[in-house]
């Protein structure tokens, strides 16, 4: 070619995750604990654990049981093999931080202390990383290939976490997710060392909580025909089958396929005590007063003008100028008190239709029978009122930060998301309000992911946002949040939350932005565990594309794989790869328009 040619390449790729991990060529972790320990001293040599080594609980330590029982059923599949005798004890220290533990691992010897169970649990996490990828392992594969030994590097570890709440939240309304799936979430969060799960069980697209005074809440409430967010997803599906809505959430229900699903009060206890048995804290949200139209479609009269559906911007709310609303609310959080053992209950209050409350005789009434002077404050009438009620029955509220619009009580606890509205961490903490931090911007995995989505997450300073020094301590943690619009299965996801999560963990446990490098290193070798977890993560980018190149004769495409292992296939005809398609080996040479 005599003139130089602007040339959009035609060539699509696509990656395939090899099966790294066979026993035979394991990639051990190391070190690379995610979130990075306070304190980590190398030691040489290794410490093999066998069907040989003892579990012990220390003297006075019989609270620590649970995670001697955690240890024993990661361990149960090895098989009889060297029989030097070695020890793993538990032991209290009450000088320890409360969540903070020692670990230290000798070739003979591993033992761990900490003030609480919780503690225990952390550091047995950390012991779990650093055995790879071996325990992680599906059983029918281990089955096949059994391990007589585990090798853990010695090391000795002293850590505690920076905040103490370090959540994740998880919509189960707007698309459902099963017990067993949150199970394997409670998994998950405990191997990163989150300890609080936000469950958002109810919103205007479901109600998934069992109230056994309003059966009808779960009987009709938890089911619903197809909705836009639906088709939105059905047509994704159609180019990525992540997007396909599980064929197990649909029912027959009077001759229509519904969609849906809920938790019987019992079920919800069976995952309350296996969340408590990994050292996490189920905190329930039942968001009111907007958000309700699983439940005022079926009961209307709980609105102000006796209609469920869709107002000006947001779902019809509860009434707050009725005493049968709060009559309703006194009911169901009744039930979730008594169900759900945290201290804490989610009340939501956020994205409020308050323009449904003017002209309304009875609020008008109200607001003047209270010296209200708008439905700003009305809403914090609702607010405060139905913190009383929490705290009768031993609980602290928590709502979005809405809840300051009008005035806020200094007990109730704000979860900051808007970012559009940076003053309100700051006039929470000068109130004396709690603040747990969840600002869109770095903590909403729903948001869609780029290659830079992981160190944005990273980057994350809960402080950044004109916290002063004196009020810091008013900051008490982080939160991811998952809202499920367009994440309808389990593959979606995982896809959404990791490897995000482990920057977010970093952030909570840790700090984040202190070292990108050492951080990115420790992901990259924790993409085998999550291999071996059977987690459908996003890959890293692939380096070496550019929009648009310019040539005389030929050009040059060059990639960096960016995972070792992984396998690229690629077309040149426009038309996606398939395991049928061409191995990129190498530099892949351009020598004419449209192709190679």
């Not at 060297?82 to 409360?98: F, H, R, Y």
């Not at 570890?157 to 939240?169: K, L």
Request: net charge neutral; proline share 4%.
């Amino acid at each position: 070619m005599n003139n130089f040619i602007t040339l959009k390449l035609k060539i699509t790729l696509v990656l395939f995750l090899c099966v790294l991990t066979t026993f035979a060529q394991q990639e051990k972790a190391g070190y690379a604990i995610i979130p990075q320990p306070v304190k980590l001293i190398p030691a040489a040599g290794n410490f093999e654990w066998t069907t040989a080594t003892k579990l012990l609980l220390a003297e006075n330590s019989e609270s620590l049981a649970p995670a001697l029982t955690e240890l024993k059923a990661t361990f149960a599949l090895l098989k009889q093999g060297k029989t030097a005798a070695n020890t793993v004890t538990l032991g209290l220290d009450p000088s320890i931080a409360n969540e903070g533990y020692t670990l230290s691992v000798e070739k003979n010897a591993i033992v761990i202390k900490a003030a609480t169970i919780q503690g225990v649990f952390w550091a047995v996490t950390s012991l779990k990383q650093l055995m790879g990828t071996a325990i992680l392992r599906r059983k029918q594969v281990l089955q096949k290939s059994l391990l007589s030994a585990i090798a853990i590097p010695c090391v000795k570890i002293e850590d505690a976490p920076h905040f103490s709440w370090r959540g994740i939240h998880l919509d189960v309304s707007r698309h459902f997710f099963d017990l067993a799936y949150l199970r394997t979430m409670i998994d998950r969060m405990s191997y990163y060392k989150f300890n609080k799960f936000h469950l958002h069980l109810t919103d205007d697209q479901g109600w998934r909580i069992e109230i056994k005074k309003y059966p009808e809440l779960t009987s009709k409430g938890a089911w619903r025909e197809m909705n836009g967010q639906d088709s939105s997803c059905i047509a994704l599906a159609k180019t990525n089958p992540d997007y396909a809505i599980p064929e197990k959430h649909f029912k027959m229900i009077d001759g229509k396929k519904m969609y849906g699903g809920f938790y019987t009060q019992d079920e919800m206890r069976g995952l309350i005590a296996y969340a408590d048995s990994k050292g996490i804290e189920i905190i329930p949200e039942i968001d009111m007063p907007g958000h309700m139209m699983a439940a005022t479609n079926l009961m209307p009269w709980l609105t102000s003008h006796g209609k469920g559906g869709q107002a000006k911007d947001f779902s019809e709310p509860l009434c707050p100028c009725k005493e049968t609303t709060f009559e309703f609310a006194e009911n169901v959080f009744t039930e979730i008190a008594a169900l759900f053992p945290s201290k804490y209950i989610h009340l939501g209050a956020d994205e409020v239709e308050k323009s449904s409350w003017k002209n309304v005789l009875e609020c008008e009434a109200l607001m003047k029978k209270e010296g209200l002077k708008s439905v700003d404050e009305l809403q914090s009438y609702f607010v405060r009122r139905m913190e009383r009620f929490f705290n009768s029955k031993g609980k602290k509220l928590i709502g979005w930060d809405e809840i300051l619009d009008g005035g806020v009580s200094p007990t109730a606890t704000m979860m900051y998301w808007r970012t559009w509205v940076p003053t309100a961490p700051k006039h929470a903490a000068e109130k004396g309000n709690d603040v747990i931090m969840t600002p869109g911007e770095f903590c909403y995995f729903d948001a869609q992911q780029d290659g830079g989505s992981l160190q944005k997450v990273y980057s994350f300073d809960p402080y950044k946002f004109n916290i002063s020094e004196s009020e810091k301590k008013f900051v008490i943690g982080v939160q991811a949040n998952i809202w499920t619009e367009y994440i309808p299965s389990e593959r979606r996801l995982e896809y959404m939350v990791f490897p995000r999560m482990l920057a977010m963990a970093e952030v909570a446990w840790f700090k984040g932005g202190v070292d990108w490098n050492n951080f990115e290193n420790r992901v990259q070798k924790h993409f085998s565990l999550l291999d071996a977890m059977n987690i459908n993560y996003r890959l890293p980018d692939l380096d070496g594309f550019t929009t648009q190149s310019v040539f005389v004769d030929k050009g040059t495409l060059h990639i960096n794989k960016p995972l070792a292992g992984l396998t690229i296939r690629y077309t040149t005809d426009g038309t996606l790869p398939t395991l049928q398609s061409k191995i990129f080996n190498g530099d892949l040479t351009i020598t004419k328009l449209g192709g190679i």
